[in-house]
Every structure is written in C-alpha cells, then in structure tokens.
C-alpha cells in the first residue's frame, strides 16, 4: 500500500516557467509534508514543508499547496531554472509516528 | 566537514557474502535511519533509531539488521547479500525540532550485489 504517490515519474520545462509537481498521500494521520531535492551522487535535501494546519507555505521561488479534503499537495517553482533539474521527493509525516513516508520521486528537466 | 558521513560510498559485492554500511553523524542528533533508493519505488525506510536504546523495523527490514553503537553511529548489515539487495543506500538523522520531521541524509552508498 503506497502511502504517499507522485504519478508523474518525470517533467520537462523550460527556463523561465512554472514546474508543478504533484503528490497524493492516503494516510489521514499525516500532519506533516515536506519536499526534497536530489541531485545525482547526493543525498536528499530538504527543500520545504507545511503543516497540515496550513494550506500554503511559500520560500521564494518555491510555493508548497496542500488540499486536505483531496488529500493532494503540489510544489511550484516560479520562475524554474536549470540549476532547478533534479529528483524532487514528496514525503508525509505524523506526530505520533516520528517517520517519515516518501513518494517515488519525480524527475524534473529544466531546459534553457 | 559533512555532518552525515556514509562508508564505503561504493561497495561490490558477491552473493551470499556479510557486508555492513556504515553510517557517521556530527549534528548531536538522537534519531537516525536507513533507507534504500530503488528506480521507480523511491525512498523506503529499511530501520529506524530514536535513541540508542529504541531500534525499530520499517517497511523492508527483511535481509537487513542494524546496530546503534553510539549516539553518533548507525551501521546497516546485510547478513547475506542477494542481488535484489543492490540499490542505492541513504543514511539520515533528525531531532525533535518541529517534529522530527526534517531529515538529513549522508551522500549514499551504491551497492552492487553480483
């Protein structure tokens, strides 16, 4: 049972545009989403997150979105960049479980 | 200096043989765990620690045990290697700031079980 899904394996953009990734989860227990970024040969780094309180964080270029009744959060970067090519992870998180759950991973291109 | 550390970064390996992963962190963090990156299924949590004392399975702890030797240290062994054990392997801490929720990972093994 996957828990946490990115349907789309990969994304291509052009500099300039908006890139939008998605994320389903379908454990109501989560309180916690965050993104990470991957480059090849590295580990995973933090990129943002949002409480479930909230339906909205933003931290420059990049805006997280979570819909709860649709149990559905997306990142956007404006405007992306090629620095911006990577893996991006979604994971969901709860209080009570200390752990966190990652989706497969969408492989963004961003082309100049 | 990085704060994750993970040797060795490349391992090549035949069936059936032990190998152990080791895992080094200088962020003083009490939580530490072990994932596996595989094409497709993304990262799924093999062990997990919060404290040297609490050691717990995740999702596909088959295959794999681990030791908490120190606060700072958390190995990963494969008792036996099998092929299907080669993957990409991530090791990450966190502490009870805002949840625990946000992780850092060590730069990844990459093991090759022949």
């Known amino acids: 049972d996957q828990q946490v899904k990115q349907n789309s394996p990969s994304l291509s953009v052009q500099e300039g545009r908006i890139s939008i990734l998605n994320c389903d989860y379908t454990n109501s227990m989560f309180d916690y989403f965050l993104w990470y970024k991957k480059y090849p040969a590295e580990g995973p780094t933090f990129l943002i997150s949002i409480s479930s309180i909230k339906d909205k964080n933003e931290d420059g270029r990049f805006t997280v979105f979570l819909n709860k009744s649709a149990k559905h959060l997306s990142l956007h970067i404006v405007p992306s960049q090629p620095g911006d090519s990577a893996v991006y992870f979604c994971?969901?998180?709860?209080?009570?479980?200390?752990?966190?759950?990652f989706g497969q991973g969408t492989i963004l291109t961003v082309h100049p | 200096d990085a704060d994750v550390t993970q040797t060795p970064r490349n391992r090549i390996t035949k069936t059936g043989k032990r190998i152990m992963l080791e895992c080094s962190q200088t962020k003083g963090h009490d939580r530490m765990y072990w994932y596996r990156q595989d094409p497709g299924l993304g990262l799924r949590l093999i062990y997990y620690s919060f404290d040297v004392k609490d050691i717990n399975k995740g999702e596909i702890s088959d295959g794999y045990s681990v030791s908490r030797q120190a606060q700072a240290k958390f190995s990963l062994s494969l008792e036996s290697a099998i092929p299907n054990q080669t993957a990409l392997y991530f090791c990450a801490t966190s502490d009870f700031t805002n949840g625990g929720y946000e992780q850092y990972f060590g730069p990844g093994t990459r093991l090759t079980v022949t």
């Open positions: 994971a969901g998180g709860g209080t009570s479980y200390g752990k966190l759950t």
